[in-house]
């Protein structure tokens, strides 16, 4: 499980740089100003989608620890009930604050 995750993010790392460098490229070949602004919607699209997906990744790993410790504890003490569901909220968190940020970059569109 950790190697697939630990390829998974260097193959995210590999694709965001080699974007970039094709994006630069791009934009001092084209060298006008439409070509430039265009050049950069699309790195704000791109870095609003990385945002809401790194966002809802990191998410999902830790409601689905938490949600196991919690349903751990529960089944153990019931009355760790709304702290359980209390940390799992927090972990949901995560995912929303990816969404307000690709919001943010999206309006700069």
């Known amino acids: 499980m ?21 994006f630069a490229a791009e934009e001092a070949a ?3 100003a439409q070509a430039a602004a265009a050049s950069q919607k699309g790195m704000y699209a791109i870095a609003a989608a990385l945002a809401v997906g790194l966002a809802a990744a990191g998410a999902g790993f830790a409601i689905g620890h938490t949600g196991a410790a919690a349903l751990g504890a529960i089944s153990e003490k019931p009355e760790m009930m709304t702290w359980g569901l209390i940390i799992v909220a927090l972990a949901e968190g995560i995912a929303l604050y990816g969404l307000i940020i690709s919001f943010m970059l999206l309006t700069r569109i």
Not at 2 to 22: Q, T
Request: aromatic share 0%; charged share 10%; no cysteine.
């Open 30 to 32: 084209a060298g006008d």
């Open 2 to 22: 950790r190697k697939v995750m630990a390829l998974g993010i260097v193959l995210g790392i590999a694709m965001v740089a080699s974007l970039g460098i094709a």
